[in-house]
């Protein structure tokens, strides 16, 4: 991935916020690739809500720096739990997440199921 100008602020540093939205991206196209469609998820009454964010701040990226975010991922009861790097080119630590989802389906909280299901063959 690549920073774009107008993600940084005032210190010509990426914005804080915008880790967050790259630690989403990097699970939404995860969870994509083991074919979750959230639209479909969402017609069929089944919605993943962050329930928790935790983010470190190590060394900081900047306009035009290109970047690698990574993660794992873990049931921890009915929460998947994601752990986040997103990292500079030369593999140092820009930012570390841990990430909080829980499931929802129609309108009740679950036990997380539809994860564990899910995930049953990356999660060995």
């Known amino acids: 991935m690549k920073v774009r100008d107008y993600e940084c602020d ?41 329930s928790k964010v935790t983010i470190s701040y190590k060394k900081s990226l900047k306009s035009g720096d290109h970047f690698r975010s990574a993660l794992h991922c873990a049931m921890r009861g009915p929460k998947l739990t994601f752990y986040q790097d997103i990292l500079h080119t030369d593999g140092s630590l820009a930012a570390q997440g841990e990430v909080e989802c829980v499931l929802v389906k129609d309108g009740q909280l679950t036990r997380g199921e539809f994860f564990a299901e899910l995930l049953k063959d990356v999660l060995r």
């Open 10 to 50: 005032l210190q010509g540093v990426v914005n804080n916020a915008n880790y967050q939205h790259y630690m989403e991206h990097t699970r939404h196209e995860f969870l994509e690739s083991l074919g979750v469609n959230f639209g479909q998820m969402h017609e069929d009454g089944l919605d993943a809500f962050v």
